[in-house]
Nanobody
Framework: QVQLVESGGGSVQAGGSLRLSCVAS????????MTWFRQAPGKEREGVAT???????VYADSVKGRFTISKDNAKNTLYLQMNNLKPEDTAMYYC????????????????WGQGTQVTVSS
């Protein structure tokens, strides 16, 4: 099991940038697939970006070219750099730890952070 704490959310105008961080404890993130999810009010939680233990990345179509997921195993920290933010990116953002097979499927994750709010105004 791994404990996760997100930070870095905030309010920005469209076109702005934010960098989210997710600090892990209890186990090394190098052993996990790490993924960022988001959930807007009234919508299902959706996978945004994922990175395998080996560093391979996959992005949702809605964020390709704008978001970058990365990690620092030495700091046991996951990041999400978000550029050219749009109002539709407004959501609570969560990080989660899963297995190689978890992909972007929220049902395959058991370890979650508490979330950090991102609000993008037009």
């Amino acid at each position: 099991q791994v404990q996760l704490v997100e930070s870095g959310g905030g309010s920005v105008q469209a076109g702005g940038s934010l960098r989210l961080s997710c600090v892990a404890s209890g186990n090394s993130i190098s052993s996990y697939r790490m993924t960022w999810f988001r959930q807007a009010p009234g919508k299902e939680r959706e996978g945004v970006a994922t990175i395998t233990s080996g560093g391979n990345t996959v992005y949702a179509d809605s964020v390709k070219g704008r978001f970058t997921i990365s990690k620092d195993n030495a700091k046991n920290t996951l990041y999400l750099q978000m550029n050219n933010l749009k109002p539709e990116d407004t959501a609570m953002y969560y990080c989660a730890a899963g297995s190689f097979y978890s992909g972007l499927d929220r049902r395959r994750y058991n370890d979650w952070g508490q979330g950090t709010q991102v609000t993008v105004s037009s």
